[in-house]
């Protein structure tokens, strides 16, 4: 029973492949004679062909094959009886799928042409495919060669540079200075800590903590701090010293040579030893 039905089948579609030029003259144009017949058996007439988007003609007689085992690089999937068309069979292989949309594109317009009896020449389906051949050389097309262009004028014209003694103090005003340069600079390899808890990851680079600082400076002053005029003990020293850390503080100028005035007798480094009045035994 099977094999009667095929044999009836392809009689069928042998008939109709010769008498495709006079049913459907701009789909054959388009597909061929013997693809157009297929479509049109699958679709159910020419008035379904017509009806069916260019989408769902691209994929009419896709079979599912399963290629469990096998490789599937030669699988083709989605792709039917507009594949196995003449323009897309002389494709290259890397345009192959867009040439089967451009043919299923016009392959739905040639049927709907055919169902309305619209051209019986043929003509409408002959100027679709030298559409798609012309599509199809434009892809093929190498890419126009890029012509090096020169670069366009600079909008501003250079300015000569003032030099001299101005220039110089306004470099030295703005540049900077050897403490910002400490601070900019970071130690290798080593875990520094932080500022304060306000600005994180803000270090102070190479001077060292604020601590650190501190103790730097409390090893050059002596009690009450430095003062401008350490050396002076006449009456018009100032009574003003000058603090790095507490700013200005009132003292008395020559409070460190007093107290270190009865200690030089027995513990200066110059002193030596004195004479002891010698016990008498009773």
């Given at each position: 029973m099977a094999q009667t039905l095929q044999e009836m089948k392809t009689k069928i579609l042998t008939y109709v492949e010769l008498r495709m030029l006079l049913i459907t003259p701009n789909l054959s144009a388009v597909v061929g004679a013997s693809i157009a017949a297929k479509l049109m058996g699958?679709?159910?007439?020419?008035?379904?062909?017509?009806?069916?988007?260019?989408c769902n003609i691209q994929v009419l007689g896709a079979q599912k094959t399963s290629m469990s085992g096998f490789s599937s690089i030669a699988v083709n999937p989605h792709c039917g009886l507009v594949f196995q068309s003449k323009i897309v069979q002389k494709t290259v292989p890397d345009l192959k799928r867009k040439a089967a949309k451009?043919?299923?594109?016009?392959?739905?317009?040639?049927?709907?042409?055919?169902?309305?009896?619209s051209c019986p020449s043929g003509s409408i389906g002959l100027q679709f495919k030298e559409e798609?051949?012309?599509?199809?050389?434009?892809?093929?097309?190498?890419?126009?060669?890029?012509?090096?262009?020169?670069?366009?004028?600079?909008?501003?014209?250079?300015?000569?540079?003032?030099g001299g003694r101005r220039f110089r103090k306004k470099k030295a005003r703005l540049g900077g200075t050897e403490l910002r340069k400490q601070a900019n600079r970071m130690n290798f390899g080593e875990v520094e800590d932080d500022l304060n808890q306000k600005d994180l990851g803000f270090t102070l680079g190479s001077i060292g903590s604020p601590v650190k600082l501190e103790r730097k400076?409390?090893?050059?002053?002596?009690?009450?701090?430095?003062?401008?005029?350490?050396?002076?003990?006449?009456?018009?020293?100032?009574?003003?010293?000058?603090?790095?850390?507490?700013?200005?503080?009132?003292k008395k100028p020559n409070v460190a040579a007093e107290n270190s005035a009865g200690q030089d007798k027995y513990f200066a480094a110059t002193s030596g030893f004195l004479s002891v009045k010698p016990i008498v035994p009773n």
């Open positions: 699958i679709s159910g007439g020419l008035t379904g062909l017509s009806k069916m988007p260019a451009f043919v299923a594109a016009k392959a739905s317009l040639a049927a709907r042409v055919d169902s309305n009896h798609i051949l012309l599509k199809l050389n434009k892809l093929n097309e190498p890419p126009p060669v890029k012509q090096t262009k020169a670069l366009p004028a600079p909008i501003d014209v250079p300015r000569k540079r003032r400076l409390a090893k050059d002053q002596v009690y009450g701090g430095r003062t401008t005029v350490r050396q002076q003990l006449s009456g018009t020293a100032s009574s003003v010293a000058f603090t790095p850390l507490e700013g200005l503080e009132i």
